[in-house]
């Protein structure tokens, strides 16, 4: 239970130091809504990335405790942090 909470704790901490996830959300939204727009059509935004990250990460924590998929993910990690590395700079 000790390392479930560490290792929570240990992403939860990580994805608050990313700051450019927000930053390129936030432009996102900044240029594709209304100039004018109301409150609660950006609050609206916010609630639905909100839940977008909590459904995203639920997922991702959910296939990656399979003893399977995690096997398959950590032979493959190197394969898969450098096709990631690669994809992220082409959109940079």
Same mark, same amino acid.
């Given at each position: 239970a000790e390392q479930r909470s560490n290792s929570f704790f240990a992403g939860l901490l990580t994805n608050l130091a990313n700051p450019k996830a927000p930053v390129f959300t936030s432009s996102l939204? +900044? +240029? %594709?809504m209304p100039q004018h727009a109301p409150i609660y059509l950006g609050l609206a935004c916010v609630a639905s990335m909100f839940m977008i990250a909590i459904v995203w990460f639920a997922c991702v924590a959910t296939l990656l405790s399979l003893d399977h998929v %995690? +096997?398959?993910f950590l032979k493959n990690r190197r394969w898969i942090d450098r096709c990631a590395g690669i994809t992220f700079m082409g959109l940079g």
């Open positions: 939204f +900044a +240029a %594709s %995690s +096997a398959i």
